[in-house]
């Protein structure tokens, strides 16, 4: 599976970005989605997640009632619509994916990765 991620910019505090996350190749809709970012300096973290039916979503306590997380399987894409950027949003944001029917969890491990885009929120 190729994830391509798109949607990343700058934007002013309190503004909205809408991320994209294309999947490509074997694909079938029988997979967890997700999407990471990492700041500079840094861990990694899991912001929101996934699972193959959108039926189960995991939230950080972060962005919790800001962004919302959705998938179209017939277009093999995810999204994340993000509301009231703040500063502490700028980061590196990666989609991710992994084959499981499961509910998604914070403990989730993925197996394929796409490259980032940069958001940016100016203050």
């Known amino acids: 599976v190729q994830l391509q991620a798109s949607g990343g910019g700058l934007v002013q505090v309190g503004g909205s970005l809408r991320l994209s996350c294309a999947a490509s190749?074997?694909?079938?809709?029988?997979?967890?989605m997700a999407w990471f970012r990492q700041a500079p300096g840094k861990e990694r973290e899991l912001v929101t997640a996934i699972n193959w039916s959108g039926a189960s979503t995991y939230y950080a306590d972060s962005v919790k009632g800001r962004f919302t997380i959705s998938r179209d399987n017939a277009k093999n894409t995810m999204y994340l619509q993000m509301n009231s950027l703040k500063p502490e949003d700028t980061a590196v944001y990666y989609c991710a994916a992994k084959y499981t029917i499961l509910p998604v969890t914070s403990r989730n491990t993925y197996d394929y990765w796409g490259r980032g885009t940069q958001v940016t929120v100016s203050s």
């Open positions: 190749g074997r694909t079938s809709s029988n997979y967890a």
